[in-house]
């Protein structure tokens, strides 16, 4: 049985006050809650968190695929492993639009990750464009197969993937229950036919995109969403455990 997991992402948004506010109120909450659940924090944030979190797991929002080096500005799996952090999203749409991610990158941060012991999200997902021209899934397949490209099976167990639509993220627009479910057992198949169903089966699995307290439910009850990847509805600690609860 895959264990839920619901992950808030804050982009760019809390100082560290604020980031020190949310957890002391939020983490005490979520003891004894059965769904695995935490946040992904900018870089300046992270540090705190993970000093005041005891349940909740502490993320970061990316980092770079080498150990060090000439890199301005770019934070490596070392420096998240220093701080303790276990969970790191990479390949995020706006990573992927804004900053030059591409699939062949997100593979190499994936490896890296998965070398160091750490757990990558992976996030995949189509644009307006793409879905209006009924290619989601050739865009999700491609996007997974190539992130996973050279890894084994059994580190591929670990992983988390985020299923996003794009056109959803932050709009206020969201795939109905059926068309996420559609999607993630798109990528399960995808999955099984890289590696095997015992591999398949076991990944865990999230939809993100315009996530809220009164549509988590209905999204998590379909057979191969296992959890949500939430944007917005994170920030406020009413809302994030909504979410969670």
Not at 37 to 55: D, I, R, Y
Not at 208 to 218: C, F, Q, R, T
């Amino acid at each position: 049985m895959r264990k839920q997991i619901i992950i808030g992402n804050w982009k760019m948004h809390k100082t560290v006050r604020e980031t020190v506010d949310f957890i002391q109120e939020v983490d005490k909450e979520v003891a004894g809650i059965t769904v695995e659940s935490g946040v992904g924090v900018p870089f300046t944030s992270l540090a705190v968190a993970k000093e005041n979190a005891k349940n909740l797991i502490i993320a970061a929002q990316n980092c770079h695929f080498e150990s060090q080096g000439a890199f301005t500005g770019e934070i490596s799996v070392e420096m998240l492993q220093d701080l303790n952090i276990t969970h790191v999203i990479i390949g995020h749409s706006e990573r992927r639009e804004m900053f030059n991610e591409t699939d062949e990158t997100v593979n190499k941060k994936a490896k890296k990750l998965l070398a160091k012991g750490m757990v990558p999200i992976i996030c995949c997902g189509e644009t307006l464009t793409q879905y209006e021209k009924k290619q989601t899934n050739e865009v999700v397949t491609r996007q997974i197969e190539k992130a996973l490209e050279g890894i084994n099976e059994e580190d591929v167990k670990t992983i988390v993937i985020a299923y996003e639509p794009i056109w959803a993220i932050g709009t206020g627009k969201t795939a109905t229950a059926q068309i996420a479910q559609d999607v993630c057992r798109v990528i399960r198949d995808k999955i099984a036919s890289l590696y095997d169903d015992v591999v398949a089966n076991d990944i865990r699995i999230q939809y993100g995109g315009s996530v809220k307290p009164d549509n988590i439910k209905e999204l998590l009850s379909q057979t191969d969403i296992d959890g949500a990847l939430v944007g917005g509805a994170s920030l406020e600690p009413s809302s994030f455990l909504g979410l969670v609860k």
